[in-house]
């Protein structure tokens, strides 16, 4: 895998201006991208991608030497869903995209192996694999995961205990597939994760992305879509609940590069605790290359208590004035009083009341996902969420 660097006085977002000035980059596709960690200046802060992170806390991650070893998996064995070790030369290894910071270049230049998780078949099945027992030394990890043409799958890949963790997630969808990725965050109240997230979605594929984050200290989930054939379709979904002290960011991106591609991206969340802060940063591009593009995104936070912050950022590049539709939305409140007042009127308790709000605004993502036994999970997850547990 080569560099996609551009020339030094080009790198991090800046170009050169007629004058000799410099200015951003303005286009999200034109941002820099390298493999190689080294290309990558290291992280104050500043830059565009950082400045609404935690980079203190994960400093290790950014510039540190990391493991790249195997990472130990739990998971039972389907039929269509085959694992397996890859060497880093071979060739579905970028496929789906390249770095564009320097924590996922240094998981790209810090892994032994990757892991492959290839899917076949027509038939509906469905896979859990989780990481486990990654212990709190830094790391660094790679995966693959690539469904065949005319597949059918669900895959949730997840992750619970310790962990000091930065990876890249490349996931390939064949022409006329339809996948499911559940990308779950469980990890224990100090574990820091930042996972780079890349899809490439085939002719008349169907890719829907769910990130769900619950546990960890720091959990930084960012997917970035590439719709590059005709006909492309992606549904991405995230819900989060961030308590006091915890960071949960995602910054999503969505590339339409295809003729009558279609993308609808929805991420909600709910924050309370003192300390409790969630950023979500939405870029979409409809290139000129895509006419006929039909695009909507939105963000929705819901403020639990006092002394929580939520960041929402949606952001729309359009080329080409051949479109279906395209929008965006974004909104942070409070508990509606009204709502809470109808149940409680009723002889419904205010914390029973709360809790009953807070599961209505988040089942929209929950019951998206098409696992009864997983939404069962993730309800109950929120439900101690809510208790404090």
């Known amino acids: 895998m080569t560099s996609t660097a551009l020339p030094t006085a080009e790198q991090h977002g800046l170009v050169a201006h007629s004058d000799g000035a410099f200015v951003p980059v303005q286009t999200r596709s034109e941002r820099f991208r390298s493999v190689h960690v080294e290309d990558f200046a290291p992280v104050t802060g500043r830059e565009h991608e950082w400045k609404l992170s935690p980079v203190a806390a994960f400093a290790d991650l950014t510039a540190g030497e990391l493991d790249g070893g195997r990472l130990e998996l739990r998971t039972d064995a389907v039929d269509g869903v085959e694992l397996s070790w890859i060497a880093r030369d071979d060739e579905r ?51 693959v995961i690539e469904i065949t043409p005319n597949s059918r799958a669900l895959i949730v890949f ?18 006329g597939a339809s996948l499911t990725v559940v990308s779950l965050q469980e990890w224990n109240d100090d574990a820091v994760h930042l996972s780079s ?56 991106f969505v590339h339409h590069d295809a003729p009558h591609t279609r993308s609808r991206v929805t991420y909600k969340g709910a924050l309370q605790g003192a300390g409790a802060r969630s950023v979500w940063i939405g870029d979409v591009l409809i290139a000129q290359s895509a006419p006929g593009t039909d695009s909507y995104e939105q963000n929705r ?28 939305a974004s909104a942070t409140g409070r508990f509606d009083d009204e709502q809470l007042f109808y149940l409680m009127a009723r002889g419904i308790t205010e914390a029973e009341a709360r809790r009953l709000v807070v599961r209505g605004f988040l089942t929209e993502i929950v019951q998206k996902i098409g696992s009864p036994e997983l939404e069962a999970r993730l309800t109950a997850a929120v439900e101690a969420e809510l208790e404090g547990r």
């Open 301 to 328: 936070n819901l403020v639990l208590t006092d002394g929580t912050r939520a960041d929402s950022v949606p952001n729309l590049e359009i080329e080409t004035g051949d479109i279906a539709g395209a929008g965006h």
């Open 197 to 252: 997230q890349f899809a490439r979605i085939g002719r008349d594929a169907f890719l829907k992305h769910i990130v769900v984050s619950l546990g960890g200290k720091v959990v930084r989930v960012n997917p970035s879509t590439h719709l590059a054939e005709q006909g492309a379709d992606i549904e991405a979904l995230g819900l989060y609940f961030a308590d006091a002290g915890q960071h949960l960011e995602q910054q999503v």
């Open 158 to 175: 997840g992750g619970e205990g310790d962990a000091r963790l930065t990876e890249n997630v490349e996931i390939i969808v064949g022409e």
């Open 93 to 143: 290894i970028g496929r789906a995209g390249v770095p564009e910071e320097r924590a996922s270049a240094n998981a790209w230049s810090s892994f032994d192996e990757a892991l492959l998780i290839r899917v076949t078949g027509d038939d509906e099945k469905v896979a859990v694999i989780t990481r486990t027992a990654l212990g709190t030394a830094p790391r660094g990890a790679h995966t």
